[in-house]
């Protein structure tokens, strides 16, 4: 059975950073396949903040470009989402995703003064 367990979340004043990260049981899961992170604001549907492939491939969402970085280590089943300059509008529940289809449970990013 696949699990995703995101953490790292939190509450953050405008400007500052957070790093996610989301560890994924199920390793031949993890070492084949593309992993994302998603975010839902309040009120909103679910977006692509950013995703990379299994050979380190990344992609972002524009609003994200040069401040958020991707990254994965295969050894520990984990990917990472550091945030940097966070803005208000960026508060949400941030989840992974691997494979396009499994999902974690998420975790909560607070960006507010």
């Known amino acids: 059975q696949v699990q995703l367990v995101e953490s790292g979340g939190g509450l953050v004043q405008p400007g500052g950073s957070l790093r996610l990260s989301c560890v994924v049981s199920g390793s031949i899961i993890f070492s084949i396949s593309t992993m994302d992170w998603y975010r839902q604001a309040p009120g909103k549907e679910r977006e692509l903040v950013a995703a990379i492939t299994r050979g380190g491939i990344r992609n972002y969402a524009d609003s994200v470009k040069s401040r958020f970085l991707i990254s994965r280590d295969n050894a520990k089943n984990t990917v990472y989402l550091q945030m940097n300059s966070l803005k208000p509008e960026e508060t949400g529940v941030y989840y992974c995703?691997?494979?396009?289809?499994?999902w974690g449970q998420g975790t909560q990013v607070t960006v507010s003064s």
């Open positions: 995703r691997a494979a396009g289809a499994f």
